[in-house]
């Protein structure tokens, strides 16, 4: 029993030192500390913050994690063996959660959890995935983000079952607006999107986007654009970026398609985007916007793998900077950050699904 008892205390303290050895190596600018929020969550995704809770979507784990402000290491699985439920989202005290085919409710979320009673109901299947046989293709960027916009109504990404194709269900390559059973298109012409956010001023839609594989190292760009009306087209699969053309695929004579605000190196893999509106940040951070790189997968040298700040003047994005990084060394990665979150305070939660962690990133003037 003593053995057992030395084996579990050199276990704890190794794994102890991985946490410190990573949050220690991620540089964030002065004035800003990283800690680890909450630890060994199976691969966390998408983040939704309750008055009591945050709430984590995973991928592979297919589990949803309800995580007690009090005591975020205390977690809570929610709802297990889902279809990679990566999509979270809160309005008015229900939970919302995103699987690959379908999405699911659970009513007073909160209340729910402390009295032990989850029911969860399906809420919306009209997805393309429901009735795909091919295992490849219904996986393929087949995992959800999800929000409430301004609007009170539920927006959904539905990424191509490819890496590019032209697929005739007009629901491929798309951000879906859902609203009493039914949906819209609100922008088309999206490749893989998994991450947006509405901007606190102008209250439009900007979102992330991952360019294409297999054109080579450094075209096409990712991503980031901006919505301005619903049913917008922006260029998937004819064109990529400001007017690369596909080399697949020709664009029908008569069309047109919007170009991204911005143009990120390609396979950075820019996922979760949260505009910021707290009052810890210096002021330059006020109503800017947080980008989660997750990094390439197929490049011959590794590039993303951190979390870049968008400064906004006028609606416009005056400049995009590195907030953090160190998730590189050389070519290994030592995690993947997927979503980004503004908590209560001020600070900002970055979850990682790879090394399996949510860190909180504060700022003070000492």
Excluded at 15 to 41: K, N, T
């Amino acid at each position: 029993l003593r053995h057992m008892k030395k084996i579990l205390l050199i276990a704890i303290l190794i794994f102890s030192a991985q946490i410190i050895a990573l949050s220690d190596r991620l540089s964030v600018p002065e004035g800003f500390q990283v800690d680890v929020f909450s630890s060994d969550i199976k691969n966390p995704r998408q983040m939704a913050l309750g008055n009591d809770f945050l709430f984590v979507g995973t991928k592979e784990a297919g589990v949803v994690y309800a995580l007690p402000k009090s005591n975020p290491e205390e977690k809570i699985e929610i709802l297990t063996e889902l279809n990679s439920p990566t999509g979270v989202a809160l309005h008015n005290g229900d939970l919302y959660v995103a699987e690959i085919d379908k999405i699911i409710k659970i009513d007073n979320i909160e209340m729910s959890l402390k009295t032990g009673d989850i029911k969860s109901e399906i809420y919306f299947e009209n997805l393309p995935r429901k009735k795909m046989f091919n295992p490849l293709k219904k996986m393929w960027h087949g995992w959800k983000w999800i929000a409430f916009g301004p609007d009170d109504k539920l927006y959904l990404s539905e990424g191509v079952p490819c890496n590019v194709c032209e697929e005739k269900d007009e629901r491929f390559g798309s951000i879906l607006q859902i609203h009493d059973g039914n949906y819209e298109i609100y922008a088309d012409g999206v490749r893989n999107s998994v991450g947006f956010a509405w901007h606190p001023i102008t209250q439009k839609m900007y979102f992330t986007d991952n360019g294409r594989d297999w054109m080579g190292d450094d075209i096409p760009p990712c991503e980031l654009n901006r919505v301005s009306y619903k049913g917008e087209h922006f260029g998937f699969p004819y064109f990529h970026g400001n007017d690369i053309p596909d080399d697949s695929f020709n664009a029908p004579d008569d069309f047109s398609y919007t170009k991204p605000v911005w143009g990120f190196q390609a396979h950075t893999a820019p996922l979760g985007i949260d505009f910021y509106t707290g009052n810890m940040f210096p002021e330059k951070y006020k109503n800017g916007a947080f980008i989660a790189q997750r990094g390439s997968w197929n490049r011959s040298k590794k590039v993303g793998y951190r979390v870049l700040f968008a400064e906004f003047k006028d609606d416009e994005i005056a400049s995009m900077e590195v907030f953090v990084d160190g998730w590189l060394d050389g070519e290994t990665s030592l995690g993947r950050p997927s979503s980004v979150l503004m908590y209560d305070d001020g600070s900002l939660l970055v979850s990682d699904d790879t090394a399996n962690k949510i860190f909180k990133i504060s700022y003070s003037v000492n």
